[in-house]
């Protein structure tokens, strides 16, 4: 069924998958090592007391990746963590002796001597590699899948990477980046991990916690500690290290964990569902971009499979009413610019809040008036003509009128 709201629930598990690549001393050497970086500040952690009020629950808490590097999205955590390693195995260094200034020195470039680093991307995390490459002086090549817009691929071509839209949908970009790394001895950073391939996906989960610590560290300032968590998925990276760091620093007092993902592109819903790692083949339309990929990341999986109770299977309307929640708030509320794939999880709360229809869900994942909900804005306008057909004129990329 397509769609529609669907939910599955994991039984809580004994055989729980260790923590210790995501823990607190690990997400201090990232933030450390993020720090170091001239563009580096914390995100926003926004406080929505109106929507909060006016959907019936305790609090609200929005943390804005928009602002992230200027990137417009999170997903430079984990690129630039992943790049550094890399370098800093090879030169037989530590991070901490690699921070940004040495980094991009011409000593450091003239030690590792020319890289490529290759990539298949639905926009953001092609973005942050690029964006790394070029800081570095060394080349970027990245491969899109077909739909994929000419703003994304422009964004990645302006930070001096060659940037190719192919006909396959992102996993076959996986597949294809992985075979030009191997044919050509191009660095492959994938922000997705498989048998064999799994150094620089665990880094890239790291790269994350610094959001996941920031998050933490905000939410202790404000006295404060979440209920819920619904956090959106494509290949499950992201969410995996932030569930897997919020379960290691709260322990036993951890918060609920829903996982949020497209119809179109549920392979977290779907591997719940079965009980093992299940894909979502052929093209997975959706305007949620940053969503549409069918292969869950192995290594993600084994902390989502561990620490995760819900999975949600939404149709792209909730994006859309997320996006226009949070750009239209409730008086005393700050307006927040977020993009499809950034707004879905706000856009479930809302409708899981109010929707009749969805009490059962609602009841099950267990909100009332005494949740604490989390979400992260993972990106602002990352298209931003896309943003203002949907927000401005609640068109959809199929809507005829948006081809015009
Ligand atoms: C804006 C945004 N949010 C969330 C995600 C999901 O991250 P992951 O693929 O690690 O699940 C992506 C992935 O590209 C993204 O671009």
């Given amino acids: ?62 943390k804005d990746e928009s602002f992230r590097f200027g990137l417009n999205a999170f997903k430079v955590l984990g690129g630039s963590y992943a790049v550094v390693k890399y370098i800093a195995d090879k030169l037989g260094k530590t991070v901490d002796e690699l921070p940004y200034e040495v980094l991009i020195s011409e000593e450091t470039r003239k030690e590792i001597g020319e890289l490529t680093f290759v990539t298949a991307t639905d926009g953001n995390h092609g973005r942050g590699i690029a964006w790394t490459a070029n800081k570095l002086k060394q080349k970027a090549v990245v491969f899109m899948p077909k739909g994929s817009t000419q703003e994304r691929a422009e964004n990645i071509r302006a930070e001096n990477a060659t ?73 499950g990276s992201m969410a995996s290290a932030v569930t897997g760091f919020f379960a290691s620093i709260y322990e036993d007092e951890r918060p609920i964990v ?40 192995t290594i993600g999986w084994d902390v989502i499979r561990s620490y995760t109770k819900h999975f949600l299977s939404v149709p792209d309307s909730a994006a859309a009413h997320g996006m226009r929640i949070l750009g239209n708030p409730i008086k005393g509320d700050p307006d927040i610019i977020s993009g499809e794939s950034g707004a879905v999880t706000m856009g479930v709360v809302s409708q899981l809040m109010y929707r009749d229809d969805l009490k059962e869900i609602k009841e099950e994942i267990g909100l009332n008036e005494d949740s604490i909900i989390l979400c992260i804005s993972t990106e602002g306008n990352t298209d931003a003509l896309r943003y203002r057909e949907l927000v401005w004129n609640g068109l959809y990329p199929n809507d005829e009128n948006l081809k015009k």
Avoid at 7 to 18: M, Y
Avoid at 31 to 56: C, D, I, M, N, Q
Avoid at 260 to 265: F, H, I, Q, R, S
Avoid at 268 to 291: N, Q, W, Y
């Fill in 163 to 235: 940037c190719e839209i192919l006909e396959g949908n992102y996993d076959d970009c996986v597949r294809y980046a992985n075979q030009m790394a191997e044919e050509k001895g191009w660095i492959m950073v994938q922000d997705t991990a498989w048998e064999g391939y799994e150094d620089i996906p665990t880094w890239i989960m790291q790269g994350y916690l610094t959001m996941a610590y920031e998050a933490y560290l905000q939410l202790t300032l404000a006295a404060t500690k979440p209920t819920h968590v619904f956090l959106q998925a494509g290949v």
């Fill in 1 to 62: 069924m397509q769609n529609t709201y669907q939910i599955a629930t994991l039984a809580n598990k004994e055989d729980k998958t260790s923590l210790s690549f995501l823990s607190e001393r690990v997400a201090k050497q990232t933030v450390k090592f993020h720090s170091s970086f001239k563009e580096y500040e914390p995100t926003p952690l926004h406080r929505l007391k109106g929507l909060a009020e006016y959907l019936g629950v305790k609090d609200i808490f929005l």
């Fill in 258 to 297: 829903t996982i949020v993902e497209p119809n179109k592109a549920d392979c977290l819903f779907r591997s719940a569902k079965s009980g093992g790692i299940t894909f979502v083949t052929g093209s997975m339309e959706t305007i949620m971009a940053g969503l549409a990929c069918g292969e869950p990341c």
